[in-house]
């Protein structure tokens, strides 16, 4: 009962804390008389009073969060504030159903970017506005996640700063007590967000949408304010600032904060992590274009410079962004973007799939592997740099690595089931999955999740839920011996 309790307390306030943010939505749709007032108005009530009652009924419960308790928090929080961010969206739009208006907000709260939505630019301002700062404030909570909860649960936390990123990451780089490096992860990501907001006025965007799109690009969350994504603004400036922002914030939040204490940008360099991102990335680029120029898709190599880079950066980021329908290019770019968006984040950073680190660290096991076939007797440690990786983490990344598979097959297999084709059924739990966004054929940038069934809608809604949280989170509550004393 305590365990509910505790859940409920800590719900509560994290219920409040988006009452306020729904707030901020129904100002401006007073200020701007956009016709969501009611909707915002009725919503941030509604939250602000649940979140006061389960926080103020539950103040004499004990503090202490035990792992089983962080587990169901985890569990709870996420797959539970998706419900309070559908009611303004319910209230406004009566007509939408749940499940679509559910599917919305997890895609948003998990920094997803697939969208149930078609007609945008006619939205409300106060609706996009709220969609986007679910992207934003995601972007935030995947930072707190990573530093201040797992390591309650004992799988993670800031052992993922400073055991999973040898050489960029020290003891003494960040400060010492969870709370206060979480903080400063928190001032680095909003002063990137601030400086992108900037920029994105600069290349051209109005006030509005420099907003919008600086929080979906610094989150990787990918919401736009128009169907057409970023294509609807056809500026190449806008386009270099936002595959500059998508870059920065597919790095780990660590790094950027290393720089910014050190005021210099040597710490990028150091961190193999983020050399193995961008070299990967850049050079995906290149290569992307090289092949859709040769194949004839545009007449000349800037030109498919210009779209590959945006698009590839874009999916293998996770962020979900879109300036042509990359549907129509030739298999093998339009699938090695997916295969991009599985491995290429960095652990720290708003993106999703396996990150970067952890598929560093199994190829070199692999390689380890073969020298120990050809000299059997020789000890070798595994190392990235001069860091030696225990098998403590070695076994984590394996077990993590094999249930993110099998998770994909499953689910894919849940979607055929159901009567999709293989490539929309692959490529929507691949999008899903790793919180990239748009996937193709039937899901591809030209269209949106509208097309699925109720049935396929809850299978994407599970893998966006189950890829935010790093698979563990949930399917650690489906283990029987999790629910024994």
Not at 65 to 78: D, E, I, K, P
Not at 256 to 262: L, Q, S, T, Y
Not at 394 to 411: A, E, K, Q
Request: overall charge neutral.
């Amino acid at each position: 009962m305590n365990i509910i309790l505790t859940i409920a307390h800590i719900f509560g306030l994290v219920t409040l804390c988006f009452s306020g943010l729904m707030s901020t939505c129904f100002l401006t749709s007073k200020i701007m008389d956009d016709g969501a007032t009611t909707a915002f108005l009725d919503g941030t009530l509604i939250t602000f009073f649940l979140g006061a009652f389960l926080f103020l009924s539950t103040m004499w419960v004990p503090k202490k969060v035990s792992r089983q308790a962080g587990f169901l928090l985890v569990a709870s929080t996420w797959s539970l504030t998706p419900v309070l961010c559908t009611i303004p969206l319910m209230i406004y739009m009566p007509a939408l159903s749940f499940s679509d208006a559910y599917f919305e907000t997890v895609s948003g709260l998990t920094t997803t970017g697939a969208t149930i939505f078609s007609g945008l630019d006619m939205l409300p301002m106060s609706i996009n506005l709220w969609r986007c700062e679910l992207n934003w404030i995601a972007g935030m909570g995947i930072i707190i996640f990573a530093v201040a909860i797992l390591p309650i649960l004992g799988i993670g936390g800031m052992q993922l700063y400073k055991a999973e990123t040898p050489g960029s990451v020290k003891e003494s780089d960040l400060p010492p007590r969870i709370a206060q490096a979480a903080k400063a992860l928190w001032f680095v990501y909003a002063g990137l967000t601030f400086i992108c907001m900037l920029a994105l006025h600069w290349a051209g965007m109005n006030w509005f949408d420099a907003i919008c799109h600086a929080f979906s690009a610094m989150s990787l969350g990918g919401f736009s304010t128009h169907d057409s994504s970023v294509g609807f603004f056809n500026s190449v400036n806008i386009e270099i600032v936002l595959i500059v922002f998508q870059l920065l914030a597919a790095i780990n939040f660590a790094t950027h904060f290393i720089v910014f204490k050190k005021q210099s940008v040597k710490p990028y360099f150091y961190d193999r992590e983020a050399r193995a991102f961008l070299t990967l990335v850049l050079g995906s680029c290149v290569m992307a274009a090289l092949v859709l120029w040769n194949s004839g898709t545009y007449p000349d190599f800037v030109t498919a410079l210009r779209f590959a880079s945006f698009n590839v950066v874009s999916i293998a980021t996770d962020c979900g962004f879109a300036n042509q329908d990359f549907n129509k290019w030739p298999i093998f770019v339009t699938m090695w973007m997916l295969f991009l968006s599985c491995i290429s984040a960095s652990s720290g950073s708003t993106g999703g799939g396996i990150r970067m680190i952890r598929t560093i660290i199994l190829m070199k096991q692999a390689r380890l592997e073969l020298f120990k076939f050809i000299h059997p007797h020789a000890i070798r440690p595994l190392k990235i740099g001069e860091v030696v990786i225990n098998n403590k983490i070695v076994n984590s990344v394996t077990g993590f690595i094999f249930l993110y598979f099998i998770s994909v097959v499953i689910l894919t297999f849940a979607l055929l089931l159901s009567g999709l084709d293989f490539m929309t059924a692959f490529s929507a739990i691949i999008a899903c999955f790793n919180n990239a966004g748009p996937g193709l054929n039937e899901v591809g940038p030209a269209s949106n999740f509208a097309i699925l069934s109720d049935y396929q809608k809850a299978v994407c809604t599970f893998a966006m839920l189950l890829g935010r949280v790093q698979i563990f989170s949930i399917v650690i509550l489906f283990v029987p011996e999790f629910w024994r004393k």
